[in-house]
């Protein structure tokens, strides 16, 4: 069993800078993959980024790449996503996931490979 807890969210301008974390607990959490997920009201869920089990291989969506940044520290049972340059369009709900089962590109950016859910934060960037 893990559980997360997102934390980072805010309001911030167009251009800036956050830094969203999510404290996991449990004692997978070194043993499962990492996602970052995004949200806004009346789309579904999109694939923001993904980290493998020991940090060693990250994976982005096309309309963050080279922009967000995703980290994991093991021995702080937390995953981070730095995100850089914003835009309005970044706005929405961000949520983090742990997956037990997978570790590869191709299955890490679908949300139904993932086994636990955190409660999402907020991220509004204004222009």
């Known amino acids: 069993q893990v559980q997360l807890v997102e934390s980072g969210g805010g309001l911030v301008q167009a251009g800036g800078s956050l830094r969203l974390s999510c404290a996991a607990s449990?004692?997978?959490?070194?043993?499962?993959?990492m996602g970052w997920f995004r949200q806004t009201p009346g789309k579904e869920r999109e694939f923001v980024a993904a980290?493998?089990?020991?940090?060693?291989?990250?994976y982005y969506g096309d309309s963050v790449k080279g922009r967000f940044t995703i980290s994991r520290d093991n021995a702080k049972n937390t995953v981070y996503l730095q995100m850089n340059s914003l835009k309005p369009e970044d706005t929405a709900v961000y949520y983090c996931?742990?997956?037990?089962?997978?570790?590869?590109?191709?299955?890490?950016?679908?949300?139904?490979?993932?086994?636990?859910w955190g409660q999402g934060t907020q991220v509004t960037v204004s222009s």
């Open positions: 996931a742990a997956s037990s089962f997978y570790s590869s590109s191709y299955f890490l950016r679908s949300e139904t490979k993932y086994d636990y």
């Open positions: 449990g004692r997978t959490f070194s043993s499962s993959a």
């Open positions: 980290i493998n089990e020991n940090g060693g291989r990250t």
